[in-house]
């Protein structure tokens, strides 16, 4: 079936570095895509969303990424803080497919001081 | 503004008992979603409503049954707990389905012994 996949299990980034989060998709049918956040004992919160008609969208110290010729989505974090220490899941929706939700396996973050 | 709230927190139960889990939004969204969290499993979608007065299977509903009470309110009941329904549970609220992110309660976390 189609699915969504992360390269990377755990990332450790040095305060103030860039981090890169990286997620692979299968589903070429998929029109719209998320990341989410999720810090040790709640619920996933919204960080950005990007639309198939898009390559790239800009947010407050983050920038998503979507490569549709590779299946390949990215988030970029910039001057990483410990706050941004948490698992981050991207997730793919498929309007074809009944705007189904899938999300990925998800990448640890660890920020280093 | 609440968001999504979910209660319980913390449950045990023991095997063959019952529970309802409650989730309400005060968001006015439309529609609803059930997860379970597992380690190494991402987030996968139990049962969702995509609107009030309609509720169909995600991709793990066996030994589960939903509620939409109203727009407000969604539970998910547990009619006979298995240990393999521990798990953390997450309800979550989107504008529709399909469009916007989700926001996400805080789970509830559920141990059957």
């Known amino acids: 079936g189609e699915s969504v996949g992360l390269h990377l299990p755990t990332l450790s980034v040095q305060e103030g570095d860039n981090s890169i989060i990286n997620c692979a998709y299968s589903?070429?049918?998929?029109?719209?895509f998320i990341w989410y956040k999720q810090e040790s004992g709640k619920g996933p919160q919204f960080i950005i969303d990007?639309?198939?008609?898009?390559d790239k969208r800009q947010g407050q110290r983050v920038t998503v990424l979507l490569n549709k010729t590779v299946k390949h989505l990215s988030l970029q974090i910039a001057a990483t803080q410990p706050g941004d220490s948490a698992v981050y899941f991207c997730?793919?929706?498929?309007?074809?497919?009944?705007?189904?939700?899938?999300f990925g396996g998800g990448t640890r973050v660890l920020v280093k001081p | 503004n609440a968001g999504v709230t979910q209660t319980p927190k913390f449950q045990v139960l023991k095997t063959g008992q019952s529970m309802t889990l409650q989730c309400a939004q005060d968001?006015?969204?439309?529609?609803m979603y059930w997860y379970r969290q597992d380690p190494g499993m991402g987030l996968r979608l139990i049962y969702y409503?995509?609107?009030?007065?309609?509720?169909d299977k995600g991709e793990v509903p066996n030994g589960y049954n939903v509620s939409r009470l109203n727009k407000r309110e969604f539970s998910l009941r547990l009619e006979s707990a298995a240990p393999s329904q521990t798990s953390v549970y997450f309800c979550?609220?989107?504008?529709?389905?399909?469009?916007?992110?989700?926001?996400f309660g805080s789970g509830t976390r559920l141990t059957v012994v």
């Open positions: 979550a609220s989107s504008l529709e389905r399909g469009k916007g992110g989700y926001t």
């Open positions: 589903n070429s049918a998929s029109d719209y």
């Open positions: 990007i639309r198939s008609n898009m």
């Open positions: 997730a793919e929706n498929s309007k074809a497919a009944g705007n189904k939700l899938t």
């Open positions: 968001m006015n969204h439309n529609s």
């Open positions: 409503s995509a609107s009030e007065g309609t509720t």
